[in-house]
C-alpha cells in the first residue's frame, strides 16, 4: 500500500495515492500504520490543492485518534508517541478554525451554526490540554477553552477553566485577563439565575472568592 501511494504520488495521481491510504484504512482501521497513513491523506490533499478537502480529513483524524478514543486505547506505547508528535499541529490548525468559524456564525446570528462550531472547539481545546498539560501554550489554550464555552453560555465550566488558565499555570500573557474574566462570569452567571428567580447563597460566595482571588493575585 505505501509503495502504491508513493509511485502515485509521484506522478501526482494524488486522488489514487488517497484512495489507496483510505482503501488500507477501511480494511485495517486498528493497525499501528494507521495514524500514518491518515496523515498522509491528510498532506496528499494538501500536495493535490484539494483544499476542500483538508479541514474534513484533519477532523476525522483528532476524532479517530484521539485519547478517548478505540484506536488510542488498543495500541502500544510507541503509536501513541507518535500520534502525539503529530496531532499538535493538526489540533493547532482545527482549534483556531473552528473556534473563529463559530465567531462568524454568531456575529450573523446563526446559533445552530454557531454552537456546532464552538462545540468541536471545544472539545479541541481539551483534547491539547490532555495531550500536552505542561506545553507552554497549555495555559492560552485553557483560556481560550474558556472563551469557547462562554459563548456558549455554559458559564460554569467557563469558570472552571478562566482559573485554571489564570492560577494552574505559571504566569503567562493570558494570565490577568482570564481571572478577569472568571470574576465578569460571575456577573453573567448571578443575572441568569436572578432572572431565573433562583437565590443561591453559595454562588454568591463563590462570586466574592473569585474577586477576593482576583485583587490577591492581581493588585
Not at 488517497?18 to 498532506?43: D, M, V
Not at 490533499?45 to 483528532?62: L, N, S, T
Not at 443561591?200 to 493588585?219: E, M, T
Request: proline share 3%; net charge neutral; glycine share 2%.
Amino acid at each position: 500500500y505505501q509503495q502504491l501511494a508513493e509511485l502515485l504520488l509521484n506522478r501526482e495521481i494524488h486522488h489514487a495515492a488517497i484512495n489507496t491510504y483510505q482503501t488500507f484504512l477501511n480494511r485495517y482501521p486498528l493497525h499501528a500504520l494507521a495514524p500514518q497513513f491518515h496523515k498522509n491523506i491528510i498532506e496528499s490533499y494538501k500536495k493535490g490543492r484539494y483544499f476542500d478537502d483538508v479541514r474534513p480529513a484533519q477532523d476525522v483524524f483528532i476524532q479517530t485518534y484521539a485519547s478517548t478514543s478505540e484506536y488510542w486505547q488498543q495500541t502500544d506505547s510507541n503509536t501513541r508517541k507518535w500520534i502525539k508528535t503529530h496531532m499538535q499541529e493538526v489540533l493547532a490548525d482545527m482549534t483556531r478554525y473552528h473556534h473563529a468559524l463559530g465567531q462568524a456564525y454568531l456575529k450573523n446570528k446563526k446559533w445552530d451554526e454557531a454552537n456546532a462550531e464552538l462545540v468541536l472547539a471545544s472539545e479541541y481545546y481539551r483534547q491539547w490540554i490532555e495531550f500536552y498539560p505542561t506545553h507552554e501554550k497549555t495555559a492560552e489554550t485553557a483560556f481560550l477553552l474558556a472563551e469557547t464555552l462562554y459563548l456558549r453560555k455554559q458559564y460554569y465550566p467557563a469558570i472552571y477553566w478562566y482559573e485554571q488558565a489564570a492560577y494552574s499555570y505559571p504566569e503567562h500573557s493570558y494570565s490577568n485577563q482570564a481571572a478577569y474574566a472568571a470574576v465578569l462570569t460571575y456577573n453573567d452567571l448571578n443575572q441568569n439565575t436572578q432572572s431565573l428567580g433562583v437565590s443561591n447563597k453559595l454562588l454568591q460566595q463563590a462570586r466574592i472568592d473569585s474577586q477576593k482571588r482576583y485583587i490577591q493575585h492581581f493588585p
